[in-house]
């Protein structure tokens, strides 16, 4: 969904929602009002209107006054709250379907804490809260099964919304377009010269739809464009477990590993070096070939291992995802 977020770009997110003359239908502000159903009925809203109006991203921000969107701080905590003996970011999680990314954000202006929830746009099927879907109306909460014609517009661009054209990382600078992607790797496949100017760089990039013009001169980068090109995949939230893993067991079984190897970084690249760890792992031999040389034979066809590992990652279901949590953990 996201890198890792800074606090000059939490303050420059604070500061553009603060802008907005009212509440939207993506953004909503509260002081202390934390009650853990309204919160979750809210991610449900505020995930699908996202959608709705063509937003990568909906938020919660907590210590801002609705009217006057002064700052003047909040006294919850969500890394603390329980229900039920239940960490609140986990509870959140388990009662939504399906299960989306999002992120308590916590920073502090002039000794005031301000907390922002990022929320990630539904894709594919509406987010529902304990089973019940959601939707903004102007600044409003309903149930969107009260509003038919919302409800048919959401799935109408949920069947238009390919994957590869949602955000992996939303308004980042140049400089950091060029260290999360591995741009020399995209020219080197398509055997052209790299350009001299990074300016150009970015314009080829664009035109394949790797990146997107965002805010202020910054730039989207696409789920395509990391995917295919990440130096880390791992530093995208919401891709982060999509790496290339390939394992070797010990026997017919899923329980003893022999040897494993996580690549992280994009598929265009990472093939490749998926290929060659298969290479040395698979079982060969050594033959005298016609001339009279040794050489080492694998005991599979390299077209078919490379073929194995290129129908895993094009047939995977890329909206299926195990959610990691702000302390690295993993919840299924």
């Given at each position: 969904?996201?890198?890792?977020?800074?606090?000059?770009?939490?303050?420059?997110?604070?500061?553009?929602?603060?802008?907005?003359?009212?509440?939207?239908?993506?953004?909503?502000?509260?002081?202390?009002?934390?009650?853990?159903?309204?919160?979750?009925?809210?991610?449900?809203?505020?995930?699908?209107?996202?959608?709705?109006?063509?937003?990568?991203?909906?938020?919660?921000?907590?210590?801002?006054?609705?009217?006057?969107?002064?700052?003047?701080?909040?006294?919850?905590?969500?890394?603390?709250?329980?229900?039920?003996?239940?960490e609140?970011?986990?509870?959140?999680?388990?009662?939504?379907?399906?299960?989306?990314?999002?992120?308590?954000?916590?920073?502090?202006?002039?000794?005031?804490?301000v907390?922002?929830?990022?929320?990630?746009?539904a894709?594919r099927?509406?987010?529902?809260?304990?089973?019940l879907?959601?939707?903004?109306?102007?600044?409003?909460?309903?149930?969107?099964?009260?509003?038919?014609?919302?409800?048919?517009?959401?799935?109408?661009?949920?069947?238009?919304?390919?994957f590869?054209?949602?955000?992996?990382?939303?308004?980042?600078?140049?400089?950091?377009?060029?260290?999360?992607?591995d741009?020399?790797?995209?020219?080197?496949?398509?055997?052209?010269?790299?350009?001299?100017?990074?300016?150009?760089?970015?314009?080829?990039?664009?035109?394949?739809?790797?990146?997107?013009?965002?805010?202020?001169?910054?730039?989207?980068?696409?789920?395509?464009?990391?995917?295919?090109?990440?130096?880390?995949?791992?530093?995208?939230?919401?891709?982060?477990?999509?790496?290339?893993r390939?394992?070797?067991?010990?026997?017919?079984g899923?329980?003893?590993?022999?040897?494993?190897?996580?690549?992280?970084?994009?598929?265009?690249?990472?093939?490749?070096?998926?290929?060659?760890?298969?290479?040395?792992?698979?079982?060969?031999?050594?033959?005298?070939?016609?001339?009279?040389?040794?050489?080492?034979?694998?005991?599979?066809?390299?077209?078919?291992?490379?073929?194995?590992?290129?129908?895993?990652?094009?047939?995977?279901?890329?909206?299926?995802?195990?959610?990691?949590?702000?302390?690295?953990?993993?919840?299924?």
């Amino acid at each position: 969904m996201t890198t890792e977020r800074n606090r000059d770009y939490l303050n420059s997110l604070l500061r553009e929602l603060r802008a907005l003359p009212k509440e939207t239908e993506w953004v909503e502000f509260k002081v202390n009002n934390d009650q853990p159903e309204e919160v979750g009925e809210y991610i449900s809203a505020l995930a699908n209107s996202a959608a709705l109006v063509g937003k990568a991203f909906a938020y919660i921000v907590w210590g801002i006054e609705n009217e006057t969107h002064e700052i003047v701080g909040t006294t919850i905590d969500p890394t603390t709250k329980k229900i039920g003996g239940e960490e609140f970011e986990s509870w959140l999680l388990h009662l939504l379907t399906p299960k989306i990314q999002f992120r308590f954000h916590s920073i502090e202006i002039d000794d005031k804490r301000v907390i922002i929830l990022e929320i990630g746009r539904a894709f594919r099927h509406p987010v529902q809260f304990k089973g019940l879907e959601y939707i903004r109306v102007g600044s409003y909460k309903k149930k969107l099964k009260d509003f038919p014609e919302k409800e048919r517009e959401l799935w109408r661009i949920f069947d238009q919304t390919p994957f590869e054209e949602l955000i992996a990382a939303e308004r980042v600078s140049t400089e950091e377009v060029v260290r999360l992607l591995d741009y020399p790797a995209y020219f080197d496949l398509l055997n052209l010269p790299l350009p001299e100017s990074r300016q150009a760089v970015l314009q080829a990039m664009e035109a394949d739809r790797l990146i997107a013009p965002s805010l202020d001169g910054a730039w989207d980068i696409t789920n395509l464009g990391a995917l295919l090109f990440a130096t880390q995949l791992t530093l995208f939230r919401s891709l982060s477990r999509k790496a290339l893993r390939l394992i070797i067991y010990d026997g017919k079984g899923r329980i003893r590993t022999q040897k494993e190897q996580l690549i992280d970084r994009g598929y265009a690249r990472g093939f490749e070096e998926g290929a060659i760890f298969l290479n040395n792992v698979l079982p060969s031999q050594e033959v005298i070939d016609t001339s009279g040389l040794r050489r080492t034979v694998s005991a599979f066809p390299e077209i078919a291992y490379r073929e194995l590992i290129a129908n895993a990652l094009i047939h995977q279901d890329l909206t299926v995802t195990g959610w990691r949590r702000a302390d690295g953990r993993s919840l299924q």
